[in-house]
């Protein structure tokens, strides 16, 4: 593995989207990868093969993010048509839908434990659903713009969201409660993700002017690099 990341070369070439695509999960097994795309659908990719597995095509617009249960048996698409999307692989066809928010939603996470899934949207709002009954249990509301990615903590305990507003916020799955606000003077982040230990939280670099990537020690919140900048 070291000498692949030394000299990296390509190892697998998949075609089959037709739109843009959004964004690519591999499987926690690895054995799969999939795919979410403008083009309204998810691709389920077979890395062995290196061939299509299945397509989900029954979003009626843009796919904007997918994510697999911890376990790898579902896979779960957020879409422009402000739904939500479970599908069984296994099954091959969709396990459970319903309307998650009231604008399109932009992000989809599950927790460690795979019974509670976290949505991001356009309304401003992030929420927690239960997965077996597609419940809504609670909602994060602070944000005063799109909210474009929203992440558990790897105990599951956390929820990091990167808003249009320009904020970075953490709250407590349990209390609800907003404990750290991070807001930025340039560009919006588009992405947030925590480190595998839980102590490290970071956002992806937005629009321009702002390219860097900024990574925060959690819950302290001094930054830990600033800037870390990609060179062209």
Request: net charge positive.
């Amino acid at each position: 593995m070291q000498g692949l990341l030394r000299d990296p070369a390509l190892d697998r070439h998949f075609t089959g989207h037709s739109g843009s695509i959004t964004q690519l999960r591999f499987s926690p097994e690895g054995s799969q990868i999939a795919t979410s795309s403008l083009d309204g659908s998810v691709i389920l990719w077979n890395l062995k093969q290196a061939s299509r597995c299945i397509r989900f095509g029954s979003h009626s617009s843009a796919v904007y993010g997918v994510a697999w249960s911890p376990k790898g048996n579902l896979v779960a698409s957020a879409g422009h048509d402000r739904s939500v999307k479970i599908w069984e692989p296994k099954v091959r066809d969709v396990s459970g839908e319903f309307a998650a928010h009231s604008k399109p939603v932009r992000s989809i996470d599950f927790d460690p434990t795979g019974q509670m899934m976290l949505t991001a949207s356009d309304d401003k709002s992030v929420k927690i659903w239960r997965v077996a009954k597609r419940q809504f249990l609670s909602s994060f509301s602070q944000q005063t713009n799109w909210v474009r990615a929203a992440k558990f903590s790897p105990n599951g305990k956390m929820i990091a969201t990167v808003s249009d507003d320009k904020s970075l916020r953490i709250y407590d799955v349990n209390t609800g409660e907003c404990t750290r606000t991070i807001t930025e003077e340039r560009g919006a982040p588009r992405q947030v993700a925590w480190h595998p230990w839980g102590n490290m939280v970071g956002r992806g670099p937005g629009m321009q002017p702002d390219q860097n990537l900024r990574c925060w020690r959690q819950p302290a919140a001094a930054a830990v690099c600033g800037s870390l900048g990609a060179r062209q």
